[in-house]
């Protein structure tokens, strides 16, 4: 996704790739952390939980952290992304970086924050599909993810520019989790 986007934010002209770049680090640090510290704790539970084939405490443990991360996801999302702004500014502004840079990097990053939710219960799929041994159906969702961000990408930042680029991405987790979601369910079933 990095080098795919990184390399259409180049076709719209100079500084795009920092723009996407910026508004990506507050975004990655934050589901760096946080997607480390989920898939670290859930993967050994969930593994037990399929190794004996519990596939009722599966539902309840997934339904539960679901609901965990969009609840705290949501909220943090929504004053992350209004108070882009000033967050941009407080991080990157001076010296050569502007306040026309502060506003450009901030719309990029509001698009980015908007991805938390999906991407985090994304990697909670992604986990739960390693410990049914399914690594093939990530693989599957990386190929199809692939070519819907291109054309995401290339439609979006017609309209938003660098900011576009931002939402594809947010709209390809999405797809992500959705995807990823059906194949657990399937996966379980025929387990």
Not at 52 to 58: E, L
Not at 69 to 95: D, K, N, Q, T
Not at 136 to 145: E, T
Not at 151 to 158: Q, S, V
Request: proline share 3%; hydrophobic share 55%.
């Amino acid at each position: 996704t990095i080098l795919v986007d990184q390399s259409m934010s180049a076709m719209l002209g100079p500084g795009s790739v920092s723009l996407l770049s910026y508004g990506n680090k507050v975004v990655a640090f934050i589901l760096g952390i946080a997607a480390v510290a989920m898939s670290t704790s859930i993967f050994p539970h969930l593994s037990r939980m399929v190794a004996d084939q519990d596939w009722g405490s599966i539902t309840r443990t997934m339904r539960t952290y679901l609901r965990l991360i969009f609840l705290v996801s949501i909220p943090a999302s929504a004053l992350l992304a209004y108070f882009s702004e000033p967050l941009v500014r407080v991080i990157f502004e001076g010296g050569a970086f502007t306040q026309m840079d502060t506003y450009n990097v901030a719309r990029v990053q509001a698009m980015y924050v908007l991805q938390i939710a999906f991407y985090l219960s994304a990697i909670l799929f992604a986990r739960l599909i390693s410990a049914m041994k399914g690594n093939w159906v990530l693989m599957c969702s990386a190929i199809l993810s692939l070519p819907l961000n291109i054309l995401l990408n290339y439609i979006l930042m017609k309209y938003m520019g660098v900011s576009g680029i931002a939402l594809s991405t947010t709209v390809v987790y999405a797809f992500s989790l959705a995807f990823l979601s059906i194949m657990s369910n399937q996966m379980m079933r025929k387990l």
